[in-house]
């Protein structure tokens, strides 16, 4: 039974491409719930992760990087962004403190400075960044009155990552959970399915080629025994030649980009994983609204 005093709440985390924000929630959640890579775009759409605790319950709503929109995929990925802020109890603005404040950052804290709800910046990155860099952030986000407070993390190693929680559930209010203690996402399986292909992808591609992927799931079945999905996806790129280079030599890529993903599905199902790839270009999907809708966009 739930206390009287239970305290739940949403928050926003809100940053630039790379700033560290899935990996944090990923942390927090205690189990991978958005992607991680090193690449920008890498989080798409709005990724919800569930936190609880004995005493609250925070909803984190992991927002894509804000990047000036390069078309409809792009608007959409902003969109989502800053609509994240309305409606929370809490927005978690992430600056990194190894590239510094940089243009998309300011963009950013222009908006927060309208935001109704209060703002909590987390400087991340400070495992790796130099303490000159760290102050620069600090003494940069200490100009601005929308912070309520600054906390320097590493959402990698962890350090710092307990005070920000405790500092983030200050703000939550007296209510009920939000969702059932052991449920860490709303995402259906089949998307969660299509963002694991997505990371490996992201991962071992070349650089040119990601950011015109998307990965859809064509269809996903459990087998009478309750041991084996049968799953058939669809990678989808913009070029001919990045067919290729996702395919492989003798389909090698292709191969280990499913083998890499097959893992993490298996350990997420609880079941082995028959998975088969394949991959197909789509012309300019990034500004097609239907292609947009049929990946989960828009």
């Known amino acids: ?49 569930v936190a609880t605790r004995p005493d609250y319950q925070i909803v984190f709503l992991d927002t894509p990087g804000v990047a000036a929109p390069k078309n409809r995929l792009g608007e959409y990925m902003l969109k989502v962004a800053y609509e994240s802020l309305n409606e929370v109890e809490c927005a978690l603005f992430m600056a990194d403190a190894a590239n510094g404040i940089r243009e998309r950052d300011e963009a950013i804290i222009a908006k927060l400075r309208d935001a109704k709800a209060p703002i909590i910046a987390a400087i991340n990155k400070c495992d790796i960044a130099g303490a000159d860099a760290i102050s620069a952030a600090r003494q940069r986000l200490e100009k601005e009155n929308c912070f309520r407070q600054i906390i320097e993390i590493s959402a990698e190693s962890g350090n710092g990552v307990d005070a920000l929680e405790a500092a983030i559930a200050a703000y939550l209010v007296p209510g009920p959970m939000y969702f059932p203690e052991d449920m860490v996402t709303d995402m259906p399986e089949r998307i969660v399915c299509a963002e694991i292909i997505r990371e490996k992808a992201l991962n071992l591609l070349k650089d040119e080629v990601p950011h015109g992927i998307g990965v859809g799931i064509d269809k996903m079945a459990l087998r009478p025994s309750g041991e084996l999905y049968d799953m058939w996806a669809t990678i989808y790129c913009e070029r001919e030649g990045h067919k290729g280079i996702i395919i492989g030599k003798k389909g090698a890529m292709l191969k280990q980009i499913g083998s890499e993903a097959r893992k993490d599905m298996e350990w997420m199902l609880g079941a082995r994983v028959n998975l088969q790839l394949w991959v197909k270009v789509r012309d300019d999907w990034r500004n097609s609204p239907g292609a947009l809708k049929e990946l989960g966009y828009e």
């Open 1 to 49: 039974m739930i206390s009287s005093s239970y305290r739940s709440g949403f928050v926003s985390i809100i940053g630039s491409p790379n700033a560290g924000k899935s990996t944090l929630m990923n942390r927090i959640v205690g189990q991978k719930v958005s992607i991680v890579s090193p690449k920008a775009q890498t989080t798409r759409n709005r990724i919800m992760g």
